[in-house]
């Protein structure tokens, strides 16, 4: 399972996602099928999966500055997935700020 989820992809928009409409993102693996996200996250984090979007991210085109040689990064997968009302993934959870 641990090869099919890579990492939570933590952002702005994500953390408003997870607050709004209990969505949350990861970076998946380039051969994982929404079948295999969805059982990856129910068994790792023990939660109940509702919906997988997947969305496929080409690779930028990158030049070296010394060199001047241009590269391509990795093409990557991104997994959102809805959880069932009332679940929630702990990594995505900071604890709040004390305010003065």
Do not use: H
Request: aromatic share 8%; glycine share 4%; no cysteine.
């Amino acid at each position: 399972m641990r090869d099919i989820l890579l990492k939570p992809i933590i952002t702005e928009k994500s953390l408003r996602q997870v607050g709004e409409e209990n969505k949350y993102s990861f970076k998946v693996a380039g051969r994982a099928t929404k079948r295999q996200i969805k059982k990856a996250i129910e068994e790792l984090y023990k939660v109940k999966v509702l919906a997988v979007n997947i969305a496929n991210f080409p690779g930028k085109l990158r030049r070296s500055l010394k060199t001047r040689k241009e590269f391509k990064s990795a093409n990557w997968k991104k997994a959102v997935v809805k959880l069932a009302e009332g679940q929630k993934i702990d990594v995505f959870e900071f604890p709040a700020e004390e305010k003065k």
